[in-house]
């Protein structure tokens, strides 16, 4: 069993940054692959990037590559988004997951989530 908790989201201007956190319990959090997904309102959950259990291998979303950074610290069971360069349109409730399979751009890869941060972007 995995629990996942989400910081760092709040209101930022257009441009500004954020890094977001996601605190994991257990001592297994270093054999999971790590996501982090977003749900603008009124729309689907979607992707935006994940990283393998090790951290040497990273996923991002077209929508957000070379904007948003994501990394672990295993030590710490913590992995954290960057995100620089903030739209308006990255306004949404950002969740992170854990899976036990390799990092993966999809929701049914994954067995853990947390309950989300909001991150609202203004213009």
């Known amino acids: 069993q995995v629990q996942l908790v989400e910081s760092g989201g709040g209101l930022v201007q257009a441009g500004g940054s954020l890094r977001l956190s996601c605190a994991a319990s257990g001592r297994t959090f270093s054999s999971y692959a790590m996501g982090w997904f977003r749900q603008p309102p009124r729309e689907e959950r979607e992707f935006v990037s994940a990283?393998?259990?090790?951290?040497?291998?990273?996923l991002y979303s077209d929508s957000v590559k070379g904007r948003f950074t994501i990394s672990r610290d295993n030590a710490k069971n913590t992995v954290y988004l960057q995100m620089n360069s903030l739209k308006p349109e990255d306004t949404a409730v950002y969740y992170c997951a854990a899976g036990k399979y390799a990092s993966s751009r999809f929701l049914r890869s994954y067995d853990y989530w947390g309950q989300g941060t909001q991150v609202t972007v203004s213009s």
């Open positions: 990283i393998s259990w090790s951290g040497g291998s990273t």
